[in-house]
C-alpha cells in the first residue's frame, strides 16, 4: 500500500454541453486551469462512448475488452487527476444504464454529451503523486508518497505500532496447534467440537 497526504484546493463546476466530447473538454479544462491533481464527479448524459469493461482474460499485463455503446445513455462516475509525462493523467470510471441495462468500466477515447453532464472537480495540493507507466501490468499506476514518506512508513512497521506488526503482545499469544491466538482457537474449538491438542 501507498499513501500520501495534501490538502483540498480550488473547487470546480463544470457543464458540459449536448454534442461536446466530455472526456475532450474535461481534459482541456484541467489543462486551461492548470490542475495538476484531483478528483472528479460527474452525471448526467452520454449519447456514445466507448469503454473498457474488464480484460479478455485475468492475467497480467490485461488485454482490455472494450465495449461501445450507442443511443442515450445515463451515466455517473469518477476520476483521479495525477501529474504524468505529458501532463495531467485522467483515469475516469462510469457506469452508463439505458432501458435496464447497465455498463461499468473505464471511459477511453470518447464519450459524446446527450442533453448535459454536469461535474465537479476537486482540486489537490500538496500531495507526492504522479502517474507512471508499469511495466509488469502495463498500465498507467499511481505512484503515492515520496521515498520520505515511505521511510516514516517502514520505520512505524518496524517498531511495532503499524497495523502489520508481526510479533504479538502478549494478549495475542498463539495457539501452538492451530497457529490462532488463543482467545480465537478456544472459539473454534467450542463451534466445532474439535479437541485441544
Same mark, same amino acid.
Given at each position: 500500500?501507498?499513501?500520501?497526504? &495534501? ?31 484531483? $478528483? ?36 455517473? &462516475? ?72 515511505? $521511510? ?32 480465537? $482457537? ?12
Amino acid at each position: 500500500m501507498q499513501y500520501t497526504e &495534501g490538502q483540498l484546493g480550488r473547487v470546480f463546476v463544470v457543464r458540459i454541453d449536448d454534442g461536446e466530447d466530455m472526456l475532450l473538454s474535461l481534459r482541456q479544462f484541467i489543462n486551461d486551469k492548470d490542475i495538476q491533481a484531483g $478528483a472528479l464527479i460527474f452525471l448526467g448524459a452520454l449519447m456514445n462512448g466507448r469503454m473498457v469493461t474488464g480484460p479478455e482474460e485475468p492475467v497480467i499485463p490485461p488485454v482490455p475488452h472494450f465495449v461501445m455503446f450507442e443511443g442515450g445513455w445515463e451515466v455517473f &462516475g469518477v476520476g483521479t487527476i495525477y501529474p504524468g509525462d505529458d501532463g495531467p493523467h485522467i483515469h475516469f470510471h462510469a457506469s452508463v444504464g439505458r432501458c435496464g441495462h447497465a455498463l461499468t468500466g473505464c471511459l477511453r477515447e470518447k464519450a459524446t454529451t446527450y442533453l448535459i453532464v454536469e461535474a465537479v472537480i476537486y482540486e489537490f495540493t500538496g500531495l507526492s503523486a504522479r502517474r507512471e507507466f508499469d511495466k509488469k501490468t502495463q498500465l498507467h499506476l499511481p505512484v503515492l508518497g515520496s521515498g520520505e514518506d515511505e $521511510a516514516d512508513n517502514s520505520e512505524t512497521e518496524r517498531s511495532g505500532a503499524g497495523l502489520n506488526a508481526e510479533e504479538p503482545g502478549p494478549e495475542e499469544e498463539k495457539d501452538q496447534a492451530s497457529g490462532f491466538p488463543v482467545g480465537l $482457537a478456544e472459539i473454534i474449538r467450542d463451534l466445532t467440537g474439535r479437541p485441544s491438542s
